[in-house]
């Protein structure tokens, strides 16, 4: 048996993670899937087109289509496999697209883990760091608009989630300073609220961090019970 079989021989939940912009080899991403595969996940990550060793252009559709193509083969490697859909900050969007489209095709995604996600591209692009540092700039604000539209750029976890039936856990720190916490408390209400009206049994938790802790946006790996935290959602699924 070679390495790639004895991969998937197993019933391990396999996590993904989807990474935001720049490369799966930043700091955070790596001390992550380090804590993951440490639990004895199966960890596949990759880099978005046009990032890292990746090329290609970089848009929504592209994103949303790399994520499914991952999916789609580690589950043709062992049907049996659980796959949970990781998401943190810009791929949170490309994790909800990518579950969406999943349910829709009659193969939902196992589970999904959305970490300081945010509510659509327009809104957190808005309030980014960067942003207010040029919005004293005659019409910078509707150049970035004009840009998001043109491209067809969404990433409406919002929207996503008020369909998504996949079973849910939001990871969110208090003191965020990219994502605001208040986003992540919204996305929880906009899933719990959606499940309750059409009655969807799939589970919906949402995991805080407070702001003393200094988790911020990209620090949650730093949680001494974190990979306790997953495991326990993870598990509770497969009861």
């Known amino acids: 048996m070679n390495a790639r079989e004895r991969l998937f021989v197993s019933y391990f939940s396999l996590l993904f993670f989807m990474s935001h912009f720049n490369c799966r080899a ?37 994103l949303t289509s790399d994520a499914l ?27 909800t697209n990518a ?45 970035i608009w004009h840009i998001l539209e043109k491209n067809n750029i969404e990433f409406a976890n919002d929207k996503n989630l008020k369909t998504l039936t996949s079973p849910l856990l939001i990871l969110h720190s208090e003191d965020d300073n990219i994502v605001p916490y ?23 938790e949402m995991v805080s961090y407070a702001a003393n802790l200094g988790y911020s946006h990209n620090r949650i790996y730093l949680d001494p019970n974190l990979a306790n935290v997953v495991r326990g959602f993870l598990q509770r699924l497969r009861q």
Request: net charge neutral.
């Open 26 to 62: 930043k700091k955070n991403r790596v001390e992550l899937l380090k804590l993951l595969s440490a639990a004895d996940y199966h960890v596949l990550s990759l880099d978005y087109r046009g990032f890292g060793d990746s090329s290609g252009e970089p848009s929504e559709a592209g």
């Open 182 to 204: 208040q986003m992540g408390l919204k996305l929880h209400q906009i899933s719990v609220q959606a499940r309750k009206e059409h009655d969807i049994d799939a589970p919906v």
């Open 99 to 143: 579950a969406v489209r999943l349910q829709e095709q009659g193969s939902p995604a196992d589970a999904v883990v959305l970490e300081g996600p945010y509510t659509r591209m327009r809104e957190v692009v808005a309030i980014h760091p960067l942003t207010k540092l040029y919005n004293f700039l005659p019409g910078f604000e509707s150049l």
């Open 69 to 95: 193509y991952l999916y789609q083969w580690v589950k043709q490697q062992n049907r049996e496999s659980f796959v949970c859909l990781w998401g943190h900050s810009l791929g949170s969007g490309v994790v």
